[in-house]
């Protein structure tokens, strides 16, 4: 662990909008007062209706509700919108960059109201109404965004399926949501390759019944199969509509987004967020830890697919009446430099990545940064994984000139917002660590009975107690939701992550604990890359675990038993990844497969994952108790076949 301390520097204790000491006294009346505290903030967005309550929630076993602003009602794409015409219509939103370099665009706030007026008018027109579900499976270009504030401004559940999943993953995302409108585009484009987006969505529609609508955004004009009657053209469309739409009134607690995330068994959850508490967490947690003043340009480089665009590309920017730039493209096209030349490009102040991209540039040498001016930038983010801590230093040093801090921002997809992060103008800073919770977030470390840890400890990740931002349930199974975070350790939502708590009460993020992976900062079940495995008519049984990967954190490791009579070959093993990456997705890709006989199952047939995770991790010397198995030579048979793995 790295000892290396990088202490707030004098300019940015003063510069900053929090403090060192705002910071203790903030937090320590967000936790024993929350009601106050979140009172006081929830007034950060315009309300059309106030609140009068503000925090009602229980973690109680099979009692576990979270409301908060109950009684207030709102619009999110008025408080992004609407609320910032009077000041700030000429400003530019949000900047759009190209995949090509050639293509960009500034969209200022009244285009962006005029956009999304439109989408909303087409939307209605069509007959979504206030609750309706509606898919997104778009690629990053402003039609997203514009496409997401529709829903909002007509109390639509927007859910996104990222772009690069497959028809299959799409059509069962649908089903779950119940959505009877998408909205796609003919072709993404990335790197310079195009994705048949269309193509997927009518594949996926062959699996899946009733969705009535197809809209699709012409992006690259590429040739695509219009079917009568339920597809239409984007930009057709919106000619027959006006700008104006208005803004419904919906309630704190109404739901603004569904989106899909893996955990450790079954089929991906619909991860429920609802409007008040979730806008006003992401507004101001947006705000405080990227110290975002007037004038600033913001880039989070996530793709609006994951929640991380969600939050921090579109709502809390936008809620904050920020400059965000959004970037179709990724971080080697044309060339390794692309980043570093979209900063200087677009004068860029604060930037915000994942730890996996930078390790893929460190890889090509410092010059390719260098070579760049990066002069606007003034601080760094990281999320998604762990970040190394000779990842975090070279981040600094190369890309920020050894000037910037860094703020390593740990949450997920079901905590809307950040939970364990630096604010950059009060928390020292450690590289690898995502230091102090953010306001009105109760950390605790417990070990496997639940006991809760105290002072400098390590086990697992726990949060005590609500906060505005967490998810509501998982849509449509609450019982799942409480079976899923709360049943593990009573009282308090599991985060799944396990977690250091060091002397200064620092936090270090050490990684799932759960089935879960985390390759490249993408989420992934182990279970569903085993499910998609054991489709395969040669495959009789798979076991997945993650294994360190150098690029991606963790790579992708299956173990895959055949049916009698197959035989192991290269060129089954290309088939298989072939199969996955069209039943998921390219993202879940196996980066190893090993063709095993058999694998490591108790007497009661329960795959031993911790023996599979350690052959994986070349540590077989240390594999611990194996005698419950069913049969252990099954293991000296994994061991020395192990050099087979590709
Ligand atoms: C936002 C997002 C969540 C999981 C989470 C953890 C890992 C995210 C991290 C981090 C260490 C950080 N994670 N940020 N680990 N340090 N700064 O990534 O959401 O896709 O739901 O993933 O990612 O393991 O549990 P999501």
Excluded at 496 to 518: F, K, L
């Amino acid at each position: 662990m790295s000892e290396h301390i990088h202490k707030v520097t004098e300019e940015w204790a003063k510069r900053a909008l929090i403090d060192a000491k705002t910071y203790q006294e903030w937090y320590a009346q967000s936790v024993t007062d929350p009601d106050t505290f979140w009172g006081e903030h929830g007034k950060r967005i315009d309300w059309f209706k106030p609140y009068t309550k503000v925090k009602d929630t229980s973690f109680a076993p099979g009692n576990v509700f979270i409301r908060w602003f109950e009684d207030g009602t709102l619009n999110v794409a008025h408080n992004c919108i609407d609320r910032h015409l009077p000041h700030r219509a000429n400003q530019t939103a949000i900047i759009w960059e190209g995949d090509d370099p050639s293509e960009s665009k500034h969209i200022t706030y009244q285009e962006l109201h005029d956009r999304v007026g439109e989408l909303a008018n087409v939307l209605r027109n069509r007959g979504v109404e206030k609750g309706d579900r509606v898919t997104l499976y778009l690629p990053m270009i402003p039609e997203a965004a514009y496409a997401m504030l529709a829903c909002a401004r007509i109390g639509a559940v927007h859910t996104i399926v990222f772009a690069g999943f497959s028809p299959d993953s799409l059509a069962s995302r649908i089903e779950d949501a119940g959505s009877k409108f998408v909205i796609t585009a003919d072709e993404g484009l990335r790197g310079g390759r195009k994705v048949p987006l269309k193509a997927n969505v009518d594949a996926a529609l062959k699996r899946v019944a009733g969705v009535d609508h197809v809209l699709v955004v012409r992006r690259t004009g590429g040739d695509v199969d219009m079917e009568p009657g339920r597809d239409v053209w984007y930009h057709e469309a919106i000619e027959q509509v006006t700008t104006e739409a208005p803004a419904v009134e919906v309630n704190a607690e109404d739901p603004l987004f569904i989106l899909y995330t893996s955990g450790s068994t079954g089929k991906p959850k619909g991860v429920l967020h609802t409007t008040g508490g979730y806008l006003v967490y992401a507004s101001m947690t947006h705000q405080y830890v990227f110290d975002y003043q007037e004038g600033d340009v913001y880039w989070c480089t996530a793709d609006v697919g994951w929640v991380t665009g969600h939050t921090y590309i579109v709502y809390g920017p936008l809620a904050n009446g920020a400059t965000t730039l959004m970037f179709e493209g990724v971080p080697t096209y044309p060339d390794i430099s692309r980043f570093w030349q979209v900063v200087d490009k677009h004068k860029v102040n604060i930037f915000y990545t994942a730890p996996t991209a930078i390790r893929s540039l460190m890889q090509a040498g410092e010059e390719p940064v260098k070579k760049t001016s990066r002069a606007s930038l003034r601080l760094l983010g990281s999320v998604g994984e762990p970040i190394n801590p000779e990842v975090w230093e070279w981040y600094r040093r190369v890309v920020g000139d050894d000037r910037t801090p860094i703020v390593d921002t740990w949450w997920q997809t079901e905590t809307g917002g950040f939970l364990i992060t630096p604010l950059p103008g009060a928390i020292d800073l450690k590289p690898g660590s995502a230091t102090l919770p953010f306001f009105g977030v109760k950390p605790a470390i417990v070990d496997s009975e639940g006991k809760v840890l105290e002072g400098p400890a390590e086990g697992n990740l726990v949060i005590t107690d609500s906060w505005p931002g967490q998810m509501r349930s998982i849509y449509g199974d609450h019982k799942r939701f409480e079976e899923t975070y709360f049943a593990t350790y009573p009282g308090s939502y599991f985060t799944g992550d396990g977690a250091r708590r060091d002397a200064d009460g620092y936090y270090w993020i050490t990684g799932r604990v759960d089935d879960v992976i985390n390759v490249s900062g993408h989420r992934m079940g182990t279970a569903e890359v085993e499910s998609a495995l054991v489709a395969h008519p040669k495959v009789s049984e798979a076991a997945v675990v993650g294994y360190p990967h150098d690029i991606k954190g963790q790579g992708i490791y299956a173990y895959v038993t055949l049916m009698e009579g197959e035989e192991p070959s290269d060129e089954l093993r290309k088939e298989l990844v072939a199969w996955v990456r069209r039943e998921i997705g390219p993202i879940a890709s196996p980066d190893l497969i090993q063709f095993a006989p058999g694998l490591p199952k108790t007497r009661s047939g329960k795959i031993m994952r911790r023996i599979l995770r350690k052959i994986a991790e070349d540590e077989f010397g240390n594999l611990g108790d194996t005698s419950t198995l069913a049969d252990p030579s099954v293991v000296d048979d994994l061991v020395d076949n192990r050099q087979n793995r590709h």
